[in-house]
């Protein structure tokens, strides 16, 4: 792992213009300009102000009107909240792992040794617990899980020596799943995806198109549905969201193909049924979606609770969906076309929502600006 020069980037608020039709999910499908955001002066507690370490919180706007926290960030994909304020954002193509500072702006950290960014795959989820930094990337011998310890204090953080927890997730340029977060039993939850070979999914011997579940040191707990093995569940296509409400209820979303994208709620040792279905089947072999939606209008990636809801960040849906965790069959679209392509979504201590836009991933049209964490009041 190779640190390096850590640099400051004050983040100004912007006024973020109404966009057009971004790029789809797939390559090769069109895509449309986005007007350029405008930029105002930066605030007081940027980062290289007296003051910035000192900012408690960055400022928060509404959902009708968020607030910019951080900007310039190249193809990031996951937000990990950092205890005491702030967080860490993960960029697949360059390997950096990036810090937003609790008063806004950023702060480079590390560039990740061994990631082979190809296609979807290069450095994915990350999470942080107990003064560690877990990540899942792609490398030359496909996916892994790895952690190291997170030092020094706000702007000032570097990484440890690499811990390597899992490895030989089937990897390929599409189909890597990647996200990781830990669950309120301690456990470090990871999804994938069957890597461009669907049968992986049904197969329990194989890594690939699950949902795993770990120890955090990478041993696989003992109450695992299958004695020695970390698969949680099986039959997933390409799964990247994962939350918990409240009361312990693991949700997921997942890539559809040409069908429907999926909700699931997550039960331990269940089929899921990709590639033998897609979408709800009624088949009694399968776990059935709480719901669906056509690839176009969603390809739901990261997700997060916050405000009694579910928060889906959509890719070629360019929007950000609000679930009722009272009624998971229902749901509202907001920021349709307004802020280009959403990758993920993070719930802050203070009881607002982080929404990552993923414009720079290659199938978008970024804005100058791009790409950046918007923050909102649920």
């Known amino acids: 792992m190779s640190p390096r020069r850590r640099r400051r980037v004050a983040a100004p608020p912007v ?14 499908e069109p895509t449309a300009e986005r007007p350029a955001a405008s930029t105002d002066p930066a605030p007081s507690g940027s980062p290289g102000s007296p003051d910035a370490s000192a900012s408690p919180s960055p400022r928060t706007g509404t959902l009708e009107s968020p607030e910019t ?9 996951s937000i990990a909240r950092l ?71 706000p702007g000032e953080r570097t990484l440890g020596e690499p811990e390597e927890l899992l490895a030989g997730i089937p990897a390929a340029g599409n189909h890597n799943g ?9 456990m470090l939850y990871a999804t994938t ?24 040191d990478g041993s696989v707990p003992a109450d695992n549905p299958t004695p020695g093995s970390p698969v949680y569940t099986l039959g997933h ?13 693991l949700l997921a979303t997942e890539f559809g193909q040409d ?25 009694r072999r399968f776990v059935d979606p709480v719901q669906q939606w056509p690839p176009a209008e969603a390809s739901p990636s990261g997700i997060a609770v916050a405000g009694e809801a579910l928060w889906i960040a959509n890719l070629r ?53 791009d790409d950046r964490i918007l923050a909102f009041e649920p």
């Open 15 to 28: 006024a973020l213009a109404l966009v057009l039709a971004l790029a789809a999910c797939g390559p090769g």
């Open 83 to 153: 205890p005491g304020g702030g967080a860490l954002v993960s960029e697949r193509d360059t390997a950096r792992v990036v810090e937003v500072l609790p008063g806004g702006g950023t702060a480079a950290v590390a560039a990740i040794d061994g990631v082979v960014p190809r296609g979807e795959g290069g450095l994915l989820g990350i999470a942080v617990r107990d003064g560690r930094l877990y990540w899942y990337a792609t490398r030359a011998d496909g996916n892994a899980i790895l952690r190291a310890s997170l030092e020094g204090s």
């Open 317 to 369: 849906g360019q929007s950000l969906r609000r679930v009722p965790l009272d009624d998971l069959a229902s749901s509202s679209v907001h920021w349709q076309g307004e802020h280009g392509r959403l990758r993920d979504v993070a719930a802050a201590p203070d009881g607002s929502v982080w929404a990552l836009t993923g414009s720079t991933d290659g199938r978008g049209r970024p804005a100058e600006g």
């Open 69 to 77: 926290l951080a900007t310039e960030l190249e193809s990031p994909w």
């Open 178 to 186: 990647g996200r990781i977060a830990f669950g309120p039993d301690g």
């Open 193 to 216: 995806g069957d890597a461009g070979v669907p049968a992986r999914s049904q197969d329990p011997a194989s890594l690939a198109g699950k949902i795993l579940r770990l120890e955090p």
């Open 237 to 249: 296509r390409n799964p990247q969201g994962l939350a918990w409400s409240d009361d312990g209820t």
């Open 259 to 283: 069908t429907w994208d999926e909700l699931n709620v997550i039960e331990a040792g269940a089929n899921y049924g990709w590639p033998l279905v897609e979408g709800a089947a009624g088949d």
